[in-house]
């Protein structure tokens, strides 16, 4: 049975991988591989649905916080904006529906989980997934690698940027898409890398270096992938979830690191503490070194240079994606005062123009959600991160956390890092978001149905 759990989680993350780099290729091609889309959703909910049945299931706290949210979103869209197909669009759609991306993050999360604890139930099951991981990785390298010498032949002479009929400003649902899918990337390397860590040397040595030279690989092209499309916001996503993830993978080699990160409550002052800040920024300066010249390296060989990239604004600062921000701002008080405290989801169409919405989570949250919107999602945010970091998943010190402490913190940095980026730079239905969350905030916990010292999360 698990052989056989082992085997549909690879083929479900392998499925959802087509579905987002096929819709990246494609990228005048409107929503293409819906099949797979279909088959990613049956198959979680297959799994989700088995662990209900046959498991002990926690419903926690977060969840009812987002759902208030959710309802109080549906019903301004709704009300405010008299297309019906919006609601549609916000929620199901396939470029910003937000609770899709939520539900499939969701998902993820269910069989990442699953897969890895199976993994870990025995030296055979574990090499059997280390097989399969082998095969999804190498599945992502052709993928990733398909896309990028596709848009390679299309590239413009004077610019790093594809030219192509019918292109022309489509860059952000697929540099969305290269994000999501970098961040299962990242996250299931990771998760992998920790799971084979404290076993034999050779062994070890080799799964290590083997796995982090292809996803150092995967992590060079998406980055390039993404200002290829000209998409920044991908650019950066991939960018800082790439140096969040390696900087963890070298600094929990740390076994000094590990054993203070295991045997205590961990809070986000843990972050701060001397013995983790001083290692994670050592680790962080050498990661972004390596990284910034090994991407030197690869675009002096392509002879790519780098004031022809679009987040150099291509050498033209009047081209400043920045500045471009910073003009739109200053809308946010004119759509804010038109409806402060419950906000308006048509309010950029109402006074300053269609797509004229502040650049910003927060500030649109305020704005088309009101503060009543905006405290909503705060309070959501907040009783997850609360429950993410909450110290054990068992009260008897005796029975090691499948997910431990450094996997939370991980998780946290992850988030931050796309909660910064969506802050910033996104409309609060960017799906990178949603997804993240519904990937990293596991919203309902399974476990085994045993004694109250042998639960374990799955």
């Not at 910034?292 to 033209?316: E, N, P, Y």
Request: charged share 10%; aromatic share 16%; net charge positive.
């Amino acid at each position: 049975m698990k052989f056989l759990t082992i085997i549909v989680a690879y083929i479900t993350l392998i499925l959802m991988n087509m579905y987002l780099m096929v819709n990246i290729i494609n990228i005048q091609g409107g929503s293409l591989g819906l099949s797979w889309l279909f088959a990613v959703i049956l198959l979680g909910g297959m799994f989700t649905i088995f662990l209900t049945l046959f498991k002990v299931t926690y419903v926690r706290r977060s969840l009812l916080f987002l759902s208030i949210f959710y309802i109080y979103f549906i019903l301004h869209i709704a009300i405010d904006i008299p297309d019906p197909s919006a609601i549609w669009g916000y929620v199901f759609g396939t470029t910003s529906g937000t609770l899709l991306f939520y539900v499939l993050g969701f998902f993820m999360a269910i069989i990442i989980n699953r897969l890895l604890l199976d993994a870990n139930s025995s030296r055979w099951l574990l090499r059997f997934s280390l097989a399969g991981f082998t095969v999804y990785n190498l599945s992502a390298v052709g993928m990733i690698l398909f896309a990028f010498s596709g848009f390679a032949t299309v590239l413009r002479s004077d610019i790093f940027l594809i030219q192509a009929p019918g292109t022309e400003g489509l860059y952000q649902r697929p540099g969305d898409f290269l994000s999501i899918a970098f961040l299962i990337q990242s996250l299931v390397f990771y998760r992998m890398q920790m799971l084979v860590d404290g076993r034999s040397s050779f062994f070890r040595i080799c799964i290590y270096y083997i796995f982090t030279i292809t996803y150092v690989t995967i992590y060079i092209i998406s980055m390039m992938t993404a200002q290829m499309i000209g998409s920044n916001k991908g650019f950066l996503a991939v960018a800082a979830v790439g140096l969040v993830t390696l900087t963890f993978l070298f600094a929990m080699r740390s076994d000094k690191l590990k054993k203070f990160l295991n045997s205590t409550i961990v809070y986000p002052k843990h972050l701060f503490a001397g013995l983790v800040l001083k290692r994670f920024l050592s680790v962080f300066a050498l990661v972004l070194i390596f990284s910034g010249l090994l991407i030197w390296g690869v675009m002096t060989q392509l002879d790519i240079s780098l004031q022809a990239t679009r987040v150099m604004s291509f050498g033209d600062d009047s081209q400043s994606p920045l500045s471009s921000r910073m003009d739109i701002l200053q809308n946010f008080h004119i759509h804010f005062l038109e409806s402060p405290v419950l906000g308006n989801m048509n309010v950029d169409a109402e006074t300053t123009g269609d797509g004229s919405y502040v650049h910003s989570l927060l500030g649109s949250l305020l704005t088309h959600t009101g503060i009543l919107g905006f405290l909503f999602f705060l309070s959501y945010v907040f009783c997850a991160i609360k429950e993410l970091l909450a110290n054990g998943i068992h009260q008897d010190g005796r029975y090691p956390r499948f997910i431990s402490n450094g996997d939370k913190i991980f998780f946290f940095s992850i988030f931050l890092v796309l909660f910064g980026i969506a802050t910033i730079g996104t409309f609060l239905t960017w799906a990178p978001l949603w997804f993240g969350m519904g990937l990293l905030f596991q919203a309902v916990i399974h476990r085994s149905r045993l004694s109250h010292h042998e639960h374990a999360i799955i």
